[in-house]
C-alpha cells in the first residue's frame, strides 16, 4: 500500500502557524507541552537505550543514531536528542514553525537539520532513520493510516517509532479541550478535534497495518495536585505514548 502525496490538514498547519513564535514562551500557548516534556523525554530516552543498547550516562548516549521527530514544531524534543549526540532532523508542515526552530537551535549552539516538510515527501526521497519521534502529531494528519505508513517507510528495519497521541473518551474530552482550552485556556479554542482522538486499541490496530510490531504502551498522566506528570502502565485514559519497531 502507497501512502498519498500527503496526507496534511490544512485547517490543522494553520492553527499551529498562528502559534509559532511562541514556542519557546514556557508561560505561553505551548505551556502543556513545556510541562510535559520532561515526562515525554523520560520514556523516549529510555526506550532509545533500551532498544540500542546505550548507556544514559554516557556524554553522548545517541551519537551515531539518526533520529527524525516528524513535527518538530519549535524543537522541544529534536535539541534534548542533540544534546544527547544524535544526528537530529526535525520536520514539519507548518513552515513558520522551522526558523524559530532554527534560531532557538543556533542560540543553543546545537547543530540541527530543520526542514519544512511532510512525512511522505521524506519517505518518497528514500530517507532513513534509526528512530522516527512523532509525538502529538498523529490526530492532526488527514489519514493516519497513511501518515503512519509513511512514517514506516522512513524508519531502518528493526528501527524504533515513538507515537504519542490523546485517547477518545468522555474524560479525554472534559481534560484536553474544556480543560485545557476552555478553563485553564492552555491553548486557543478548536486546537484539539476529540472526533480525531484515537484509542490505544485503535492505535495499535494502525500501527500494525502500517506494517509496524507495537512492543509498549504507557500513559502519560497529570497529577493537579503536585503539577506535574508521570509515566503510567495503566492509565492511559487521555494522553498515552507508544513505541513500536519496524521489522528487521
Same mark, same amino acid.
Given at each position: 500500500?502507497?501512502?498519498?502525496?500527503?496526507?496534511?490538514?490544512?485547517?490543522?498547519?494553520?492553527?499551529?502557524?498562528?502559534?509559532?513564535?511562541?514556542?519557546?514562551?514556557?508561560?505561553?500557548?505551548?505551556?502543556?507541552?513545556?510541562?510535559?516534556?520532561?515526562?515525554?523525554?523520560?520514556?523516549?530516552?529510555?526506550?532509545?537505550?533500551?532498544?540500542?543498547?546505550?548507556?544514559?550516562?554516557?556524554?553522548?548516549?545517541?551519537?551515531?543514531?539518526?533520529?527524525?521527530?516528524?513535527?518538530?514544531?519549535?524543537?522541544?524534543?529534536?535539541?534534548?536528542?542533540?544534546?544527547?549526540?544524535?544526528?537530529?532532523?526535525?520536520?514539519?508542515?507548518?513552515?513558520?514553525?522551522?526558523?524559530?526552530?532554527?534560531?532557538?537551535?543556533?542560540?543553543?549552539?546545537?547543530? *540541527? %537539520? =530543520?526542514?519544512?516538510?511532510?512525512?511522505?515527501?521524506?519517505?518518497?526521497? !528514500?530517507?532513513?532513520?534509526?528512530?522516527? #519521534? &512523532?509525538?502529538?502529531?498523529?490526530?492532526?494528519?488527514?489519514?493516519? *493510516? %497513511? =501518515?503512519?505508513?509513511?512514517?514506516?517507510?522512513?524508519?531502518?528495519?528493526? !528501527?524504533?517509532?515513538?507515537?504519542?497521541? #490523546? &485517547?477518545?473518551?468522555?474524560?479525554?474530552?472534559?481534560?484536553?479541550? *474544556?480543560?485545557?482550552?476552555?478553563?485553564?485556556?492552555?491553548?486557543?479554542?478548536?486546537?484539539?478535534?476529540?472526533?480525531?482522538?484515537?484509542?490505544?486499541?485503535?492505535?495499535?490496530?494502525?500501527?500494525?497495518?502500517?506494517?509496524?510490531?507495537?512492543?509498549?504502551?504507557?500513559?502519560?498522566?497529570?497529577?493537579?495536585?503536585?503539577?506535574?506528570?508521570?509515566?503510567?502502565?495503566?492509565?492511559?485514559?487521555?494522553?498515552?505514548?507508544?513505541?513500536?519497531?519496524?521489522?528487521?
Amino acid at each position: 500500500m502507497q501512502a498519498p502525496q500527503t496526507t496534511v490538514d490544512p485547517s490543522e498547519i494553520a492553527k499551529f502557524e498562528a502559534m509559532a513564535a511562541e514556542w519557546w514562551d514556557e508561560n505561553g500557548k505551548f505551556k502543556p507541552l513545556h510541562m510535559l516534556n520532561p515526562c515525554r523525554l523520560d520514556y523516549i530516552t529510555t526506550q532509545i537505550a533500551g532498544e540500542f543498547d546505550r548507556d544514559l550516562k554516557a556524554p553522548e548516549p545517541f551519537k551515531g543514531l539518526r533520529i527524525l521527530d516528524i513535527g518538530c514544531g519549535g524543537g522541544l524534543l529534536a535539541e534534548p536528542m542533540a544534546r544527547l549526540g544524535a544526528d537530529v532532523v526535525g520536520a514539519d508542515a507548518a513552515e513558520r514553525n522551522i526558523p524559530v526552530a532554527q534560531i532557538h537551535a543556533e542560540q543553543s549552539g546545537l547543530k *540541527i %537539520d =530543520y526542514r519544512h516538510t511532510t512525512a511522505e515527501d521524506m519517505a518518497a526521497k !528514500g530517507e532513513q532513520f534509526d528512530v522516527v #519521534l &512523532n509525538m502529538e502529531v498523529v490526530e492532526h494528519v488527514a489519514s493516519p *493510516i %497513511d =501518515y503512519l505508513i509513511a512514517c514506516r517507510q522512513l524508519l531502518k528495519p528493526g !528501527g524504533l517509532h515513538i507515537c504519542s497521541t #490523546l &485517547n477518545r473518551n468522555p474524560k479525554s474530552y472534559m481534560m484536553a479541550i *474544556i480543560g485545557a482550552e476552555h478553563v485553564m485556556r492552555w491553548l486557543p479554542k478548536g486546537t484539539h478535534e476529540w472526533s480525531k482522538f484515537i484509542t490505544p486499541d485503535e492505535l495499535f490496530d494502525l500501527l500494525r497495518e502500517a506494517g509496524l510490531d507495537p512492543v509498549d504502551r504507557k500513559g502519560f498522566v497529570f497529577n493537579p495536585i503536585k503539577w506535574d506528570w508521570r509515566l503510567s502502565d495503566r492509565d492511559l485514559s487521555v494522553n498515552y505514548v507508544t513505541a513500536s519497531l519496524k521489522p528487521a
